[in-house]
């Protein structure tokens, strides 16, 4: 089986070197890898011809149009069976192809998704992001948990397709973030399988700040709204949960000022942030940091869900209009 990897990449050829190197390593080789530079001003064309020689690379530049309509070009120069999309910030461990081959020998899937994992060398607040991303306090598990496995939506830093079901799903749509839960949906739509293959982790980095988590997770809740408006029948009570815990904690705090009880309330919650985070880190600083973490996730993935239900959902207006700096253009 042949697998053809995809990276897209903008502004950041450190990353680049890091994958390419991680995939220099792999057991299972017979794959190819396809670097798209969206427009980078910062390439990694040097690095990228660094590896030719150790790998079957090919590298790409076009202009810039975003990660969906890049991930569409690599896979339209593809040849594998398999398309497998990576992003350009996660290291690949070496057993992953193997695993996903066997796995992939025995189950058909027409597309499969791994979790992610955070990496070793990551400062503490990556690690507290980390923990909020992958927690099921705080998540559910949506990102690569065995529990739910059947709700589990591949994601485009870890996700195969084989390449006919791509191609006639027609790709990637402009959206960003939110363009892989929508090429799944429309694959579901058309009667594809998907799966959970559980033991394919990569590691994948976070954001290095608090306000670059914030932006990211605020637009993550504004996706979801579209993608919702999108595909009807993926609404779920849950992903309103980040709103009503926005606005109860608002109204919590206001009622708070005189009774005290409910900022026994909410110390409660941060404690058992803090607990599991420090049994599943085994580190101080990241527990301590992982409440101001999850509240970072909850309330601004929750503002972004509701600012995108108030305007598309409650009032219909059109996504591409009120919130244009969620599309990118197509290269054709």
Sequence with gaps: MKFSIIVPVFNRPQEVEELLESLSRQEYNNFEVIVVEDGSTLKCENIANDYASQLDLRYFYKSNTGPGDSRNFGAAKATGDY???FDSDCIIPVQYFTTVNIFLSSHKLDTYGGPDKAPSKINRIQEAINYAMTSFITTG????????AKSFLPRSFNMGVIKPC?????GF????????????????????????????????KRRLSFSGFAKQVYKFGLARTILMKWHKDSRKWVYYLPTIVLLAGILLLISGLWNAWLWYLLGLGALIIFFDALFKTKNLITSLLAPVAVIIQISCYGWGFL???WNLLLWGRPEKQRFPEMFKGSSG
């Design 83 to 85: 398309l497998v999309f």
């Design 173 to 204: 749509s402009d959206l960003h973030p939110g363009e892989d839960p929508d090429l799944i949906y429309r694959l579901i739509k058309e009667g594809y399988s998907k799966g959970l293959i559980s033991d394919a982790y990569v590691y994948h």
């Design 141 to 148: 598990g949506i990102r690569g948990n065995e529990l739910t």
């Design 307 to 309: 600012t995108g239900w």
């Design 166 to 170: 791509f191609d006639q799903s027609g």
